[in-house]
C-alpha cells in the first residue's frame, strides 16, 4: 500500500505482516489466528495475546459491521507492524467515513436496567490499546492502534 | 457447539464452551430464547470451558441479565477464567452479575 498508510514505526522493525479480510464476521476466526502467529513469534504472554486479540475483533468486526453498506462487498486490511517495544496495527477500509474514536464513551458504572447494548466494543479498544488514532485519507478510513509490548 | 441448555432445579443452566468471538455470539443469539422465556427464574451460565468473550459476547449475557430484572429472574455466572474476569472489569460486568468460582 502507499506511504500515506505506512507505520510510524520505523526503527529496529522486527516484524511486518498484512491480513485482509473479507466484511464478513465468518472470517473472524482467521484474524484470531493472525494474532495469535504474531503473538508467538513475538514471544507475547498468553495474557497480552488474549487482549491483543479482543482489541483487534472489536476494530475489525466495527468495519465489517458498519463501513459498508448492506449486501455491498468490501475489504478490512490489517497491517501489523512491530519493534522490540511496541506493536502497531493499522485498519484500513474504503467504506464509508466512520470515526469510532468519536463515539461517545460507555457509562460502566450505569446498572444493568439503564446499560445500553451496544458501545463496549470501541470501549475496549480504548482500554486495552495505549493509542487510538484515526484518519481519513485517500477515501479510506484509517484506524491506527498502538501497545507496548515490553 | 458453544451454548448448550438444560433445565435444572428452580431454573436453567447454560454451558459455554470454548471461544464466544463474534460469529460465535451471533449464532448463539438464536439459541437463546429457551433462556429468555425462563428469565423469571435463576439462570446459571457455567463458564468452566470459555476461553474467550468479546463485546458480542457479553451482550448477550446483558440482554438475559435485562430481561431477568424485568421478569424478576436472577443471572449467575460460573467459573470465569482470568482473562474473561478481566474483560468483565474493564466494562464494569463484574458489577452487574452474581459471579461465582466453585
Do not use: W
Amino acid at each position: 500500500m502507499n506511504e500515506k498508510t505506512d507505520s510510524e514505526l520505523k526503527e529496529g522493525i522486527i516484524l511486518k505482516r498484512q491480513l485482509t479480510l473479507p466484511n464478513d464476521i465468518k472470517t473472524i476466526p482467521q484474524l484470531s489466528e493472525f494474532i495469535e502467529g504474531i503473538g508467538e513469534e513475538l514471544d507475547m504472554d498468553m495474557s497480552l495475546i488474549m487482549s491483543l486479540n479482543l482489541a483487534l475483533e472489536e476494530a475489525v468486526v466495527n468495519v465489517m459491521e458498519y463501513a459498508y453498506a448492506p449486501g455491498t462487498q468490501g475489504n478490512v486490511c490489517i497491517k501489523t507492524t512491530a519493534n522490540e517495544t511496541q506493536i502497531e496495527f493499522i485498519i484500513i477500509d474504503s467504506g464509508i467515513p466512520f470515526d469510532p474514536t468519536k463515539k461517545e464513551e460507555v457509562d460502566i458504572t450505569m446498572s444493568a436496567e439503564e446499560r445500553p447494548i451496544g458501545g463496549l466494543g470501541i470501549h475496549l479498544v480504548r482500554e486495552i490499546m495505549d493509542t487510538v488514532n484515526y484518519e481519513y485519507k485517500d477515501n479510506k478510513n484509517i484506524l491506527t492502534l498502538s501497545k507496548k509490548i515490553k | 457447539m458453544i451454548i448448550e441448555i438444560k433445565e435444572q432445579d428452580g431454573g436453567m443452566k447454560a454451558i459455554l464452551n470454548g471461544r464466544l468471538d463474534t460469529p460465535a455470539a451471533v449464532k448463539a443469539q438464536q439459541e437463546i430464547g429457551p433462556l429468555l422465556e425462563n428469565a423469571d427464574k435463576e439462570i446459571v451460565f457455567d463458564c468452566t470451558n470459555l476461553e474467550y468473550i468479546s463485546s458480542s459476547g457479553l451482550r448477550l449475557f446483558l440482554t438475559i441479565r435485562k430481561e431477568a430484572s424485568v421478569k424478576g429472574g436472577k443471572v449467575i455466572i460460573e467459573n470465569i477464567n482470568d482473562e474473561i474476569r478481566k474483560v468483565f472489569m474493564m466494562t464494569g460486568f463484574f458489577n452487574l452479575f452474581e459471579i461465582r468460582n466453585a
